[in-house]
DNA sequence: ATGCATTTGTTATATCATAACGTTAATCGT
DNA sequence: ACGATTAACGTTATGATATAACAAATGCAT
């Protein structure tokens, strides 16, 4: 619900506190957080935008972590599998998880002219869309909800 | 609004309708509906599905009206462009329009089970999302919604 | 240490999408 | 009707995104 990201944060913590909080549910949940997994995570906290696959890929190459496609993609599935990351379907990127472990339906709000990435939550199957599935007999699981438009510091700037 | 696609309902005049309607509004907005973005068109209407783009041009090939991807391509992108039909981000698939001319904001119910996909209306600026966007001083212009579930038919039969 | 499951490295390929360019066809002012 | 202009098409080539498959390495429980 905090609309992080478009407004300025004590970013350094925000990535610190999100990997920590990784790290504990990946411990308690067994999980192996390799070094790959690890680093992907690491450069998606980085910013809070969407990165391609092989956007991380050059960066994993870069650090001798990887050099093919699988090597990225495998730990992306990993991440948003466990719900460390998401992915922006509209983008075909990927963007760390605001909640990490909150156990959430994400939703976005992307601007056009930064990329920064908000994640908000949202409640699938309320307002007009859950009437609309009510009324059809649909059982909603999940939904992909990503919001385009422009963001307070893009639409105060000069630029049009 | 109106749950068509996973309910029975007279299927013939539902193509036909539509297909007229369209072809009303490119004549009133002098659009050339050219015969392979006709026969896309006619095709996308066939049933209430999301079909791939390559899915789309092998039927094209077969009957001649075309064999290679910009052919598909750019009709889908006119029809996209004149809100005759969606895509479907998650699927990279495209569905007719079901409301085609009404300027509206589509959302998407989609059965995983028989992948039929219903049209409904979202108000992206409205409900949870447009609050938090609101909060975050975040000017929506368009939002893709794609609910994924099981659709009544589906739920119904013995399968799980 | 042994056995089993998970992860990694690598090659190859599948799938989705567009750039570029010359040709053809529709549109429009004259 | 005519030529100028714009829009659509056919084709080749390439770019961008994603996965299959399999062998080697590693983690982990017994
Ligand atoms: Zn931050
Ligand atoms: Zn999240
Ligand atoms: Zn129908
Ligand atoms: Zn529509």
């Known amino acids: 619900m905090d609309p992080i990201g478009f407004s300025s944060h004590d970013h350094a913590g925000c990535i610190?506190?999100?990997l920590a909080r990784i790290e504990a549910r990946c411990k308690q949940a067994k999980l192996q957080l390799t070094p790959v997994r690890r680093r992907v995570l690491e450069i998606l906290l980085q910013d809070h935008r969407a990165l391609g696959a092989y956007d991380i890929l050059d960066r994993l190459r870069d650090e001798g972590l990887g050099s093919q496609p699988p090597v990225a993609y495998r730990a992306l599935d990993f991440l948003v599998k466990h719900g460390f990351a998401h992915k922006i379907e509209r983008m075909n990127a990927f963007v760390a998880c605001a909640h990490p472990g909150e156990d959430h339906a994400p939703a976005f709000l992307i601007c056009r002219k930064c990329d920064m990435v908000v994640e908000a939550q949202t409640e699938p199957a309320r307002g007009q869309l859950g009437s609309s599935?009510?009324?059809a007999g649909f059982l909603i699981e999940r939904a992909v909800v990503e919001a385009e438009?422009?963001?307070?510091?893009c639409a105060e700037g000069p630029q049009s």
Chains 1, 2 share one sequence.
């Open 16 to 18: 610190a506190g999100n």
């Open 133 to 135: 599935a009510k009324l």
């Open 149 to 153: 438009g422009v963001c307070l510091n």
